[in-house]
């Protein structure tokens, strides 16, 4: 049972590097969230997708873009990395029933 | 605005002792809907419950209970004698939609030790 599943699991970046995370589900999950997890802050919606082709902003969108061709995937990349996005990065997918169900997560340093 | 506060953040108890776990939330809407989950040392994040705004009914599962009381806004999570296997971050979170617009917003979690 796969569920979903986060690439790649860590990763180092130099500030002004670009990066995409992929995030895969299998459950057939019409909406797929980004978070980013820091210390003392619990996790921060980045940006969500209600449908194939459909994005939305969340609570903390600067810095990052998304895209959601295929339903199964949702792609969060960073375009110029800095140090304030040294972060844990988790997606999650939810059904209409809007239980979200969490990959491992990525551990991200940008240097 | 939704809200969830969690002001404990670190718990600390011995092995078999019962544990509380508070979580109070703010919002205007009449519908909405109250998450918890755990994050264990391995880092993934683990649904345990969803609970809606109509039903007020407790729960239990097993050692886990929750305690819902709309008066006070507070959705309460308690562990019964409870094991070294419990210890992780607990994140109580809110939403107030559900379908396309369920965003979760999450509490800070607090940090639970469960020492042998």
């Known amino acids: 049972n796969a569920g979903v599943t986060q690439t790649p699991k860590f990763r180092v970046l130099k500030t002004g590097q670009s990066m995409t995370l992929l995030c895969a589900q299998d459950?057939?999950?019409?909406?797929m969230y980004w978070y980013r997890q820091d210390p003392g802050m619990g996790l921060r919606l980045i940006h969500y997708?209600?449908?194939?082709?459909?994005?939305a902003k969340g609570e903390v969108p600067d810095g990052y873009n998304v895209s959601r061709l295929k339903k199964q995937n949702f792609l969060l990349g960073l375009e110029s990395a800095a140090p304030s996005q040294t972060s844990v990065y988790f997606c999650?997918?939810?059904?209409?029933?809007?239980?979200?169900?969490f990959g491992a997560g990525t551990r991200l340093s940008v240097l | 605005a939704q809200k969830v506060t969690q002001a404990q953040t670190e718990i600390s108890v011995v092995e078999k002792e019962d544990v509380t776990l508070d979580c109070v939330y703010e919002?205007?809407?009449?519908?909405?809907?109250l998450f918890w989950y755990k994050q264990p040392p391995s880092g993934e994040l683990v649904f345990l419950i969803r609970r809606n705004s109509f039903d007020e009914q407790n729960e239990i599962s097993g050692r886990y209970s929750w305690n819902f009381q709309k008066s006070t806004s507070s959705f309460n999570f308690t562990i019964t004698a409870s094991q070294v296997v419990d210890s992780a971050v607990y994140f109580c979170?809110?939403?107030?939609?559900?379908?396309?617009?369920?965003?979760?917003?999450f509490g800070k979690g607090i940090t639970l030790s469960v020492r042998p």
């Open positions: 919002t205007r809407d009449t519908t909405y809907y």
């Open positions: 999650a997918s939810s059904s209409v029933q809007n239980i979200q169900y």
């Open positions: 997708s209600v449908g194939e082709g459909t994005t």
């Open positions: 459950m057939n999950h019409e909406y």
């Open positions: 979170a809110l939403s107030e939609e559900s379908g396309a617009n369920s965003k979760l917003t």
